[in-house]
């Protein structure tokens, strides 16, 4: 089945330096990827839908210039989190699916876990 | 918002059929409703989607009302490794169309 693979699975950084995350997949072309994030006991939200060779799209409230997102190819999306400090500590997941060829599912990485000292 | 209700939390015994409800009344004739599962600290996981027939696959089988304003999820033989949080989605099949997480159940599985 459809893989979708993210790295690094868990990174702690200090208050002020830039994260990178990637999202891949592995086994199909993705036009279309999207980031969630999940704080502790809640569900995920959305926070872009990163398009393949375009500019992001972000949802209400989220900072475009603090979550950087490039989707350079058909398979690889980054969402980097600039000048990370203690309060953007979440669990981040990606998503991408195999695109409009009918009633295809999303598939997702398996997170994440990011921690600012 | 998102545009499914479901109880926050439910309990089953390992062994039994486990029966998640999820009600969507305003879903819309080319809406499909899927079905995802999140155990604890992983990312999402595919179960099962359809549009208005019952479908079954080698994890579970989703049953959709006539009116398609609810659907069941039905885990037959549920397992330990079944506890999780149970996401019941609506959205537009064939679209690079984006996911609007609800808060789902969480199903324990009682040994």
């Known amino acids: 089945g459809a893989v979708v693979s993210q790295h690094p699975s868990w990174v702690i950084c200090k208050s002020g330096t830039s994260v990178k995350i990637e999202c891949r997949s592995l086994?199909?072309?993705?036009?279309?990827m999207f980031w969630y994030r999940q704080f502790p006991k809640q569900s995920l939200m959305l926070m872009a839908t990163s398009n393949e060779g375009s500019k992001a799209t972000y949802e209400q409230g989220v900072e475009k210039d603090k979550f950087l997102i490039n989707h350079a190819s058909l398979t690889l999306s980054t969402l980097t989190v600039t000048s990370a400090h203690p309060e953007d500590s979440s669990f981040y997941i990606c998503s991408a699916s195999q695109g409009a060829r009918g009633n295809q599912p999303q598939h997702f990485g398996d997170g994440t876990r990011l921690s600012i000292l | 918002d998102a545009k499914t209700t479901q109880p926050p939390s439910m309990d089953c015994a390992e062994g039994r059929a486990a029966n998640l409800p999820c009600n969507h009344s305003t879903i819309s004739g080319n809406e499909y409703v899927y079905w995802y599962r999140q155990i604890h600290s992983q990312g999402p996981q595919y179960i099962i989607h359809g549009l208005k027939n019952n479908e079954t696959n080698e994890m579970a089988s989703l049953i959709i009302t006539e009116d398609r304003k609810s659907s069941t999820l039905i885990l037959p033989h549920a397992t330990l490794r079944d506890t999780a949080v149970y996401y019941c989605?609506?959205?537009?099949?064939?679209?690079?169309?984006?996911?609007?997480f609800g808060k789902g159940t969480r199903l324990h599985i009682l040994p």
């Open positions: 989605i609506v959205r537009v099949a064939g679209r690079d169309d984006k996911i609007i």
């Open positions: 086994d199909f072309q993705a036009t279309t």
